[in-house]
């Protein structure tokens, strides 16, 4: 680093930066350190996610049943799989306890259930790819943040020349070093927010096709195992005679 500057390390030459130079670099390394973070919390996070899918969908399709399948389900509840099928049992709970015919329920049912399903995925994908735009919209604009730096610097640099009036390397050097280190850390944090982005990316996409074969799955076991058959109308009660007290010899 130190060869940055002939009169100096990095720090030396950053010390006597114009101030639209520093602040340039100030946004790149809060960029550079959110892209970070965010890079290591994903990978964490859908790694996690992408591994409890697909066992998940695997403990679903073994199951014997549907009720028996949630239960298996219901020892990671922190699986996206988990949250979704959740949604769609509940409704699958409360289309069974409703008054609708039988014919119009089983109607009635599966598109709500497929509507829930399709919701419940949305929403899992939604919690997973939260942050992911601030990778992109870095990978995007931290080039063009350092090129303005870049520019900046190579403005400096020729005002310079024409104050005193002499083109030698050492007056016009400082500028371009302070050029070269913008656009030198806008690539910075540009390439690792983007190998990150279309890593996680891969991620999404495999986490989607997982959630989407286990919401197939899950209709399918109510097609095979859920009749809507309708209720039997209860009988009416018998009313017993009203014993008085007299009766009872009180």
Request: overall charge neutral; glycine content about 8%.
């Amino acid at each position: 680093m130190d060869a940055l500057t002939p009169h100096g390390g990095f720090w030396t030459m950053l010390a006597g930066a114009t101030p639209t130079v520093i602040f340039v670099l100030s946004i790149l390394g809060v960029m550079s350190l959110g892209c970070w973070s965010i890079i290591f919390v994903k990978l964490f996070v859908l790694t996690n996610a992408r591994k409890d899918s697909a066992r998940d969908y695997t403990v679903f399709q073994e199951a014997e049943s549907l009720r028996s399948a949630m239960q298996a389900l219901g020892r990671h509840k922190q699986s996206p799989a988990y949250n979704v099928g959740a949604l769609a049992f509940e409704e699958l709970m409360r289309m069974e306890d409703s008054d609708i015919e039988p014919g119009e329920k089983a109607r009635i049912a599966m598109d709500n259930i497929r509507r829930v399903l399709r919701q419940g995925v949305t929403s899992e994908l939604g919690k997973l790819s939260k942050s992911l735009s601030f990778l992109a919209t870095s990978a995007n604009s931290a080039p063009f943040i350092g090129l303005f730096g870049t520019v900046w610097g190579i403005m400096n640099s020729f005002h310079t020349i024409g104050l005193q009036q002499s083109a030698a390397l050492a007056a016009v050097a400082p500028g371009i070093s302070e050029a070269l280190v913008a656009t030198a850390i806008g690539l910075g944090v540009a390439i690792p927010a983007t190998i990150g982005y279309n890593f996680f990316l891969g991620y999404m996409q495999s986490i989607e096709r997982e959630l989407v074969n286990f919401a197939g799955a899950f209709l399918n076991r109510i097609q095979r195992e859920v009749t809507w058959e309708p209720r039997e109308p209860r009988e009416p009660r018998e009313q017993k005679p009203r014993r008085t007290m007299a009766r009872e010899g009180f």
